[in-house]
């Protein structure tokens, strides 16, 4: 099932992680028994559920789904894909913008298919270096284009709200396969999303 309605909770799991959050509200001093918090441990249980449910969602599939044979042998691009993800050292959230381009080799694939995978990727227990390759990996080895670029700058709530505590830092990733190794692709990629860069 490729496409899991995120209201389909799986009620062992939100039970279990209702119970833990209950505790951990408790254990950092607050009364879980307040009004305004009854119902929050199952709210964050579904809420951390659907932050992560990448895991249960092959993106492979979402791309051989849709790949069509077309004779465009040009960059395709699909700029501006907003992603949030959680930090696996905090469990905190980064967020930011995905940039993607392909060269196809015989067959293109349905637009929207990119950033559904960002999304795959991106709601799991992450590093923003993963998540690019991973994104990278996954379009290479399913569409097996003649090239593929990702670019992903975010910004990460855990250097901004605590940490270090700067709030205009971004991070920049990026991973090229195929013609992209090449300068001038690469460079033809990097100009055309540039107005897009921070
Ligand atoms: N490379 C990388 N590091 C990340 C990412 N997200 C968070 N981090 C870093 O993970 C590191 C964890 O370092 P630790 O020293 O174990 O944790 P910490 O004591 O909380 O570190 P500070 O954030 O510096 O306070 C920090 O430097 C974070 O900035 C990511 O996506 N990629
Ligand atoms: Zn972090």
Known sequence: MPYRKFEEYNIEVTNDVKDKFKSIIADLGEDSSREGLLKTPERAAKAMQFLTSG??????????????????????????????????????????????????????????????????????????????????????????????????????????????????????TSGFRGEFERQETRTEFLKLISSDLR
């Open 55 to 172: 895991y249960e969602i092959d993106a492979a599939e979402i791309l051989n789904g849709a790949m069509f044979k077309e004779d465009y042998n040009d960059m395709v691009i699909v700029k501006n894909i907003e992603l949030y993800s959680l930090c696996e050292h905090h469990m905190l959230p980064f967020f930011g913008k995905a940039h993607i381009a392909y060269i196809p080799n015989g067959h293109i694939v349905g637009l929207s298919k990119l950033p559904r995978i960002v999304n795959v990727f991106a709601r799991r227990l992450q590093v923003q270096e993963r998540l690019t390759h991973d994104i990278l990996e996954c379009i290479n080895n399913t569409l097996k284009p003649k090239g593929v670029a990702v670019v992903i700058e975010a910004s990460h709530m855990c250097m901004m709200m605590r940490g270090v505590q700067k709030q205009n830092s971004t991070t920049t």
